[in-house]
């Protein structure tokens, strides 16, 4: 029987992943990779819609890498790849910009959002084409899942479009991939602001649990999480934001019940609880850490990987691209 495809992708826009990219995405691909023919890219190309630092863009990719590598995806089970490594994506990029309709571009709810925010003489093309590429991406695998949040469904509608639009005009070249609704899971908020979800993006990064931070880092950002006045720890998140939250991650950690977490600290106070949390969260991502700090020490062995993954990956892009060629008229070299 052959396995469904599934192609996701991240962007290396920090230094380390956060605990909310981990339960919301990055647990769900290692799930993913043992039944199904997983590709995984770290996209290091979308990464230019903001200006970026190369040294940083260079130190940040190798790190999502070896994050991804550290948390559990198995290039014996999936093809890992970076996206800049295979040259197929930008140009079937530029198809699929040439496919897609100006107002349907503009419509896209990222592009509106980010570019009402810095204007249009600060806002690149790049940005605007964003959708297009990232099509690409998915087509270029002939996909049959793509893993995404819901906030990403515009995308894979889009890309849908795009590539019924191709086979209808130039006969059938590409799979119509479905989105797979990543499970919303435990959610998990800002440690500082518990109404508001843990991200990357947050204006402070006290309140975000990183993977890479040093384990005595992310046991004083639990141990200064915000709470309320009172002494109970119970689940109530109108009433007790703050503690739910905490409760929240030392259940999907240590995979026991929020139930029995309740019972076992009644009558304790916050501080005994923070403490408890923290050593939970510690003790989770020290060795992941370190299994990421290892890798990264043997920058060629990483970089070997990344390579025979893309050679992997290029391979089924190759065959792809060909055929759209083909179907357009191109001349074939």
């Excluded at 990232?134 to 949040?149: E, F, T």
């Excluded at 894979?156 to 609704?181: C, H, K, M, V, W």
């Excluded at 899971?185 to 890479?212: F, H, N, R």
Aim: aromatic letters at 8%.
């Amino acid at each position: 029987m052959t396995r469904k495809r599934v192609l996701s992708g991240i962007k290396p826009t920090h230094d380390s992943f956060q605990l909310g990219n981990y339960l919301g995405a990055v647990k769900q691909w290692i799930e993913l990779q043992q039944e199904h023919d997983a590709f995984y890219c770290v996209a290091d190309l979308h990464a230019l819609t903001v200006e970026t630092d190369p040294a940083l863009l260079h130190k940040r990719t190798l790190a999502s890498a070896a994050q991804l590598l550290a948390l559990g995806v198995d290039p014996e089970r999936c093809t890992l790849f970076l996206q800049s490594h295979v040259a197929e994506h930008n140009q079937l990029g530029w198809v699929m910009e040439c496919l897609a309709g100006f107002g349907e571009a503009s419509r896209m709810t990222q592009f509106k959002d980010k570019s009402q925010k810095s204007g249009a003489d600060r806002t690149v093309v790049g940005l605007f084409t964003y959708p297009m590429l990232q099509a690409a991406d998915i087509l270029l695998y002939q996909a049959d899942y793509v893993p995404i949040g819901e906030d990403q469904r515009q995308h894979i509608e889009l890309t849908r479009d795009l590539a019924g639009r191709f086979n209808s005009r130039y006969g059938r070249t590409f799979q119509l991939p479905e989105a797979y609704i990543l499970k919303s899971g435990a959610k998990i908020y800002d440690l500082q602001d518990p109404t508001s979800k843990m991200s990357k993006s947050a204006g402070s990064m006290q309140g975000v649990i990183e993977i890479m931070d040093a384990p005595e880092v992310n046991a004083k950002k639990i141990k200064s999480a915000v709470t309320d006045t009172g002494r109970e720890v119970r689940f109530d998140e109108k009433e007790k934001p703050g503690i739910s939250n905490l409760l929240t991650i030392h259940s999907v950690l240590s995979g026991r019940s929020i139930a029995e977490l309740e019972s076992e600290f009644a009558g304790k106070g916050y501080g005994d609880f923070k403490a408890v949390v923290a050593e939970v969260v510690v003790e989770y991502f020290r060795p992941i850490r370190q299994r990421a700090l290892e890798i990264l020490e043997d920058e060629s062995g990483l970089l070997a990987l990344l390579h025979q993954g893309a050679d992997k990956a290029a391979l089924v892009a190759e065959k792809t691209l060909s055929e759209a060629y083909r179907n357009l008229g191109l001349v074939q070299r």
